[in-house]
Nanobody, 119 residues
């Protein structure tokens, strides 16, 4: 089993910054995952991918966050991070951590952390 625990969400003014953390524990860690990512779901909208990082450290970002968000991980701590800068009200959402790994490969979700950006 894999447990993902997010933290770091909160209320911030537009233009501000937050850093989200996702601690991975269990049979798969950040260093052995195929990839890990951050997704978000705003009220009344579908969950969308925000940023992903693969085992070779390649990263992908949604167009809406490119240049503002940075995904990275610390394998020594088995923790995934999302540095969010220049936040906008439209970034308001519940942010979820996701991990894909194992044999056979399967996905795991955290419970989410709420980010609220006020205008």
């Amino acid at each position: 089993q894999v447990q993902l625990v997010e933290s770091g969400g909160g209320l911030v003014q537009a233009g501000g910054s937050l850093r989200l953390s996702c601690s991975a524990s269990g049979t798969i860690t950040s260093s052995t995952a195929n990839y890990m990512g951050w997704y978000r779901q705003a009220l009344g909208k579908e969950r969308e991918s925000v940023a992903t990082i693969f085992s070779g450290d390649n990263t992908n970002y949604a167009d809406s966050v490119k240049g503002r968000y940075t995904i990275y991980r610390d394998d020594a701590k088995s923790t995934l991070y999302l540095q969010m800068n220049s936040l906008k009200p439209e970034d308001t959402a519940v942010y979820y951590c996701y991990l894909l790994g194992g044999r056979p490969s399967r996905g795991y979700w955290g419970k989410g952390t709420l980010v609220t950006v006020s205008s």
